[in-house]
């Protein structure tokens, strides 16, 4: 199965995610999010895979989220602009973003990431 990390690695979330991934022997491609961004054919798949709001696939307490004050403009603004938004800047994207043939992880939350490899064993 192939699994794509993005992440940064600056960010010490990311740091953890991949040290959890390392410690239980998953094995993923790296991918970096602010040089190698996804495209928005990228983002409108893992969107649609993830089955959560697109809301959730922002980094809402990253600077450039609140420079651009999108706390209130995401709500009015057209999906299809949002996933362009997202494409544009990876540090708009929350991360970590582990991505796998079934599934679509947003940000790292331990419990969540091995009950998910528990269940479909697909980390």
């Known amino acids: 199965m192939s699994r794509l990390l993005l992440e940064y690695p600056k960010c010490s979330t990311c740091r953890n995610a991949k040290k959890w991934l390392d410690a239980h022997g998953v094995t993923y491609t790296d991918r ?6 996804p495209t928005v054919e990228e983002i409108t798949e893992w969107y649609k895979r993830s089955q959560l709001p697109l ?17 209130d403009k995401l709500p009015v603004m057209p999906e299809e602009e949002q996933l362009a938004l997202l494409a544009s800047n ?17 940000g790292f939350k331990e419990q969540e990431w091995e009950k998910n490899r528990i269940k479909t064993n697909c980390i």
């Open 32 to 37: 970096h999010i602010i040089d190698t961004p």
């Open 55 to 71: 809301k959730s696939f922002f980094n809402t307490s990253g600077l450039v989220y609140k420079e651009l004050g999108l706390k």
């Open 90 to 106: 990876g540090k708009l994207i929350k991360r970590p973003l582990l991505v796998s043939d079934t599934s679509v992880l947003v």
